[in-house]
């Protein structure tokens, strides 16, 4: 197993005799270990009430359930570096990287039931900051971990026959996935609300063949791909039927002529619908409406009922979900946050059309996205980051759009109207930041760098927004450069006062999350 990066160990423990003779604790504030040398009781729940900590405590799981299955639910959620499975007792420890993803993840599991081989299981923070583990416990729980890890990063995984039998370096960014016993219709929206979790979804076609229905999607990355596949392969889209079969293409790109109910290219919105394709099918709409009450227990990160909408076909040729476009955010800090700085960085998952700050509740605010699909985008990447120092809640609002304020009427600068902003970085359309989203991250991305302009100069305008600047490196023509913060939190707040800066020389600084590391 040599290769094996120093952060990552995993660990089985042996039986539930061991797990109740010896404990899995040290103290509330320890790490948790699996040696069995303390001599407490086991603790078999945490507290509800536990703060966040990077250690989520996992119950209730399926007898003979795998490593893969436990470690896929915490995959969209960022980079999973320990697991600890305890059969004997069907509960298992999993440690994401960071505290801000194990928010994420726990936010996430508290509206959508999270569900292993069709079984609820219980999500909670564990009262443990991390895992220590044995890891010669169990091989292959390690070459599993090993694997994901490598294929996270960008990398291979080992050759290890355990790893590579379940893990193998992801060959392209389009997936083949075919649907069976599809009792209920299936449709391109509900596809992409329900892969668009694991990346950017940039482009559908969906067809019929062997009389099965199938489509083929592309992510804008490869470990996007990947880590659906992971997630997603062998699962149910409704209860007991409509079971996701998904393998890589051999396409690593799709080309895709028209925009409507069979296939779709999110990135060209201006697309035409086709000789005589209707932008929804009348038959899907109308079976949905008849039986949309039976559709339940979806994994897409919407509520049964909006699948059920979005299976329908309430959604226009641009994209536009059956979602609203509207954000509520709330726990905002109402002593910091202004219309411009939700703008900035809600922006950097879609078009923000306009802000607008609640008069009788400061701490909240609504934000309307161009449509749908840029509202759940933005929804599960800054739902439970921090924000000014405060965790945000970011949910989809009743509303379907933002009022503007009475003309002549003094709303004290509340509501800003973006409609028109040059910011917009998703409105020309095939553009790159398409392939460019990123949930928060440490490290930034700096584009369109005057050539006078030296790192020294790039660190101390970072440092000067109240930051530590960890490392930096310039890409090879020096127009662009990675920047990283000590924190998520801290990266958050410069790209809020700094995206748009005005380096001189008619030079704007273009700031964006990056997904790599220094």
Sequence with gaps: MDGIASDVAVGVKRSSDELLSGSLYNSPNSSVTANGSD????????????????????????NEVSETEVIALGLPFGKVTNILMLKGKNQA???????EAAVTMVNYYTAVTPQVRNVPVFIQYSNHKELKTDSALNQRAQAVLQAVSAVQEGGSPSSDAAG??????????????????????????????????????????????????????????PVNAQQAKLSLDGQNIYNSCCTLRIDFSKLVNLNV???????????RPELPAGDGQPPVDPAVAAALNKDSTSLLGAISPLSAAAVAAAAAGRAALSGHSGTSGVLLASNLNEEMVTPQSLFTLFGVYGDVQRVKILYNKKDSALIQMAD???????????????????????????HHTVQLPREGLDDQGLTKDFTNSPLHRFKKPGSKNFQNIFPPSATLHLSNIPEDVTED??????????????????????????????????????????????????????VSFSKSTI
């Design 372 to 398: 749908g699909n840029q509202a759940q985008l933005a929804m599960s990447h800054l739902n439970g980051q921090k924000m000014y120092g405060k965790i945000i809640r970011v949910t989809l609002s009743k």
């Design 457 to 510: 100069d790039l660190r101390l305008l970072f440092s000067n927004s109240g930051g530590t600047v960890k490392a930096f490196k310039f890409f090879q023509d020096r127009k662009m450069a990675l920047l990283q913060m000590a924190t998520v939190e801290e990266a958050i707040q410069s790209l809020i006062d700094l995206h748009n800066y005005d380096m001189g020389s008619g030079h704007r600084l273009r």
């Design 164 to 221: 590579e039998s379940v893990l193998a370096p992801a060959p392209s960014p389009v997936l083949r996935i075919i649907i069976d016993n599809m009792f209920y219709p299936v449709t391109l929206d509900v596809l992409q609300q329900i892969f668009s979790k694991f990346g950017t979804v940039m482009k559908i076609i969906t067809f019929t063949k062997n009389n099965q229905f199938q489509a083929l999607l592309q992510f804008s990355d």
């Design 39 to 62: 001599s407490k009781k086991l603790r078999v729940e945490d507290s509800m009430d536990s703060p966040p900590s990077r250690v989520i405590h996992i119950r209730k799981l399926p």
């Design 257 to 267: 002529k028209y925009n409507n109910d069979k296939s779709r290219d999110y990135t």
């Design 93 to 99: 420890f999993l440690e994401l990287g960071t505290e």
